[in-house]
Every structure is written in C-alpha cells, then in structure tokens.
T-cell receptor, first 112, second 115 residues
C-alpha cells in the first residue's frame, strides 16, 4: 500500500531564504506527483504536476524534482516571501487508479 | 482555468439533519472526489466517481452517500449528521486515465459544523 510522508512537519524561516520541502513515497510505480498549497481554512491550490518521465518541473520561484527510484520528491522555493506562508502537500495517485494519496503536509511560515 | 466550486464555505447543521454538500466543475472532467480533512489525520477520501451515476467508496464512506446525476455535479450527502462529521470537506476533479497528465483541481472547501 502506498504511503506518503513529508518532512519537516513545520518550518519557520526569515524572508529571503531558499527552502527545500521533502516528500517520500513507498511505491515507486507512480504516474505523477502533484504539489499543492493550502492556505488556512481554504481549499488546495495545485502548484506543480511532475510526470513520472520528468525529473524536474518549474513554475516561477518553485522547482519540483522527482526521483522515482529513491521514492522522493523535493519542492524548492527560492527567495521565500511572507506570502509563501501556507501548508504544502504532496500527493501521488494510488496504483492504477486516479485516487490521490496525500502526505500530511509541511506547514511553512516565512516571517519578515 | 479549471474551476471547482463548492456551494457553501461554511455550514452549521444540527445533529440528525440531512445535509447536502454540492460541488460543480466546469472542465468536463470525468473524475470527481470528496475528501474530508481533519487535524492530525490529513485528507481522507470519502467517495469517488469516475462517470455519471458511477461511484466508488473511498477510505471512510460510513455515514455518507453521493449522487452524480450530471457530469459536472457531484453531491455529498450526510444522511443523518453527527458531531463526528464536523470537518472541512473538499471536492476535487480530474481527467480520467491514471496517466501522467492527470492533474487534480480542488474547490475552496466547506467547513461543516454539526451541533
């Protein structure tokens, strides 16, 4: 059964730092991996979808990498800003289905 | 842009009431999902639908049912609301296929409180 974990659970950094958020999954037979952002009391916003054939995907200051063989993905946030404060979740589809399995998230706080 | 819209941001219902949570998507997606999110437990799948009138139980279907009469609309029904169903409910949609390009999109969430 696929399990997804995220480390660290919480992170507090000063503005301007470059950050790395980690996501690990136990079954490497995935089609893709998706990163989401969730603001308090709100729904999830899709940030990046990285396909199994890709190693990296970039959007603005965000860069996601995928290493299927080691069961890891990282989300790199460059030059962090207070507006980046949110919970970040990663998710992978359950094998041979479209149902997503989520990690428990990393709660990020960027202070001025 | 894909839009997934949930009918209410906040709901307060009484124990025993029948509650309907509505979700509409505008991108002709085959898949629609209902999750609930609770502190310390993360997101858990309640029900999943991959076509009109088709449904599949998720991890925690007890106390819930769903309806999908039209492709764009997926309803979650609490037959008799209980306090342990107080939670954040999230609807999502995606294209069918379990393929590399299947990206899921979420609604803004419904915070349900059962008193």
């Amino acid at each position: 059964k696929q399990e997804v974990t995220q480390i660290p659970a919480a992170l507090s950094v000063p503005e301007g730092e470059n950050l790395v958020l980690n996501c690990s999954f136990t079954d490497s037979a995935i089609y893709n991996l998706q990163w989401f952002r969730q603001d308090p009391g709100k729904g999830l916003t899709s940030l990046l979808l990285i396909q199994s054939s890709q190693r990296e995907q970039t959007s603005g200051r965000l860069n996601a990498s995928l290493d299927k063989s080691s069961g890891r993905s990282t989300l790199y946030i460059a030059a962090s800003q207070p507006g980046d404060s949110a919970t970040y979740l990663c998710a992978v589809p359950s094998y041979n289905t479209d149902k997503l399995i989520f990690g428990t998230g990393t709660r990020l706080q960027v202070f001025p | 842009d894909v839009k997934v819209t949930q009918s209410s941001r906040y709901l307060v219902k009484r124990t025993g009431e029948k509650v309907f949570l509505e979700c509409v998507q505008d991108m002709d997606h085959e898949n629609m999902f209902w999750y609930r999110q609770d502190p310390g437990l993360g997101l858990r799948l309640i029900y999943f639908s991959y076509d009109v009138k088709m449904k599949e139980k998720g991890d925690i279907p007890e106390g819930y049912s769903v309806s999908r009469e039209k492709k764009e609309r997926f309803s979650l029904i609490l037959e008799s609301a209980s306090t342990n169903q107080t939670s954040m409910y999230l609807c999502a949609s995606s294209l069918i296929g379990a393929q590399m390009y299947t990206e899921a999109f979420f609604g803004q969430g419904t915070r349900l409180t059962v008193v």
